[in-house]
């Protein structure tokens, strides 16, 4: 049935009330918005004009969705460091106050991810899902809100393990020249954790393309990634990037743990890090000082390091570890930025060039390094059966100096240097082969009773992975006595020498082949 006009107007009216009533109850909101223009361009920096009320480390926004940050607030602009490629941008595009300073998404979904230090993924698995965003920029926890370091971190190197140890909640530093293996100690600590309940950050800062993959393979390949986040900045990003990138990843570990969760950082490395900052400083025209680096080099580093720690319990009794890298150059551990570090850490892993050179591998220099911390987190057993090994080793490596004269040896000498022989050719690793506490117990308990002297050296890589294997097969209640800081027993000691000293006598006195 056709409606009469007079339904028609009066479905009009209601409507116009409709509307009426709508317009009446809705709420404008309005906020202010503040922005400024570019001034100039240069690599990784923009001036800005017209934000007054700009802050410090803020963030501001570009078009295209590039970001940057407030650095250099000055009266009459404003230098901005750059957040992504920038070569769209032109003077006298709009920028726009944000409000904010610089965060990073956090959470369970980034388990397993590779991002920016921005969040955005670089992998294929989809966009990030966080649960909170925290700023990148955060305080350190305070004196009071720290716990002693009592916990060791098992790296699974034996070297590490038992000379120079770390534990959870310490910062060590590991330094050394170019291609000496320092991120390949990063990656095998990182692998050792699996099983741990140990979470992993391992943060690339400018580093090549391929080495960036090279890394991410090893851990995807041995099962690593599913407890490990990796932050990524190469070589060809912004500098502003390569900045932001530690203090990114920090925010990422500290949110797992403030939930109590122990957590493991890699800055991989800072030397990178270091001179991305002097980049910027010297495009900002910030006053030059030592190496041309600014002024407040070390506090960049130290109120990022300052961040990890080991919480009380009342706090979640959380852990942050880290390994921050070093490139030294010609061995010179006293420059600037190295010395920097070496004041600001809890100790340090140096890597020699001569001994990587002599295939001792991993080519830690045992008398340059020191762990200021971790020995008293270290294991009972370490300590019972490790306590004389450096000096051991220092004295064999005195020693060998003063063989290569060609000078007579007595018989005393002759045997210090044998057994030094066999500590170094023990203290030897291959590439992702961590050793678990038993094996390195037995290890090392088989040196500091010289059952390995009458080993031939040519056979001690083949009697070292018997060894393994047969701590592989140790008693339960002999593996948790290892593997807690109980005291070596007397038993326990007599066990384990018995096991040890019947299969190294084979390879003694028999050229049968035991597998590994």
């Known amino acids: 049935m056709k409606p009469t006009n007079k339904k028609l107007n009066a479905t009009f009216d209601q409507t116009l009330a409709l509307i009426g009533k709508a317009r009446e109850s809705h709420a404008f909101s309005l906020s202010p918005r503040e922005t400024g223009t570019i001034t100039s361009l240069s690599t990784g920096i923009a001036r800005v004009s017209g934000l007054p009320g700009v802050g410090f480390e803020e963030v501001v926004k570009f078009p295209g969705e ?41 959470g369970e979904g980034l388990i397993g991810r590779v991002i920016n230090p921005l969040g955005r993924p670089l992998d294929e698995n989809g966009p990030v899902i966080a649960e909170m965003r925290l700023p990148i920029e955060r305080p350190a926890p305070h004196i009071m809100d720290r716990a002693p370091v009592t916990v060791p971190l098992q790296s699974g190197i034996k070297v590490i393990d038992a000379l120079i140890p770390i534990g959870r909640g310490q910062r060590e530093l590991i330094l050394g020249d170019r291609q000496t293996g320092k991120t390949a100690i990063a990656i095998d600590t990182i692998l050792n954790q699996r099983g741990q309940n140990v979470l992993c950050v391992y943060c ?15 851990l995807s390949e041995n099962g690593a990634m599913e407890y490990t986040t990796v932050v990524v900045t190469e070589g060809n990003d912004p500098p ?67 961040r990890a720690t080991h919480l009380l319990a009342e706090l979640g009794g959380g852990s942050l570890t880290a390994l921050p ?33 002599l295939g001792i591998l991993p080519a830690v220099d045992v008398g340059k390094s020191v762990s200021r911390v ?41 045997k210090v240097i044998e057994h030094g022989k066999r500590i170094r050719t023990c203290l030897k690793q ?57 005291q070596l027993s007397k038993d326990d000691r007599e066990t384990i020498l018995k096991i040890v000293g019947e299969l190294l006598y084979t390879f003694s006195n028999s050229s049968s082949i035991i597998p590994p």
Do not use: C
């Open 430 to 486: 291959p590439e992702f082969e961590p050793v678990s506490v038993p094996g390195q117990i037995a290890i090392l308990l088989a040196l500091t009773g010289r059952l390995f002297d009458n080993v031939p050296l040519e056979r001690m890589r083949e009697a070292e992975n018997a060894v393994r294997a047969a701590a592989a097969e140790f008693p339960t209640e002999l593996v948790q006595h290892l593997n807690s800081n109980d």
């Open 374 to 414: 971790g020995g008293k987190a270290q294991f009972a057993a370490y300590r019972a059966v490790a306590g004389d090994l450096k000096l051991a080793y220092a004295q064999f490596e005195e020693l060998e100096t003063f063989a290569r004269f060609g000078t007579r040896l007595d018989d005393n000498t002759r």
């Open 204 to 218: 690339a800062i400018g580093q090549r393309a391929s080495a960036v993959a090279k890394a991410v393979a090893d």
């Open 240 to 306: 502003g990037l390569s900045y932001i990138a530690p203090y990114s990843a920090t925010s990422i570990a500290e949110y797992f743990m403030e939930q109590g969760r122990d957590v493991l950082i890699v800055y991989d490395d800072l030397t990178n890090h270091a001179r991305a900052y002097r980049e910027l400083s010297l495009l900002l025209r910030r006053p030059p000082g030592r190496e041309a680096f600014p002024g407040d080099i070390f506090y960049i580093h130290s109120r990022l390091l300052e």
């Open 66 to 106: 590039l970001y940057g940050i407030a650095f250099n607030v000055d009266e009459d602009d404003i230098g901005v460091v750059l957040l992504g490629d920038y070569w769209h941008l032109h003077a006298g595009d709009a920028v726009e106050r944000r409000g904010h300073v610089m965060d990073v998404p956090v």
């Open 325 to 357: 890298i070093i490139e030294t150059e010609a061995q010179n551990i006293a420059a600037y930025i190295p010395t920097n570090l070496i004041s600001i850490t809890d100790g340090q892993i140096y890597l020699s060039p001569t001994l990587f050179e």
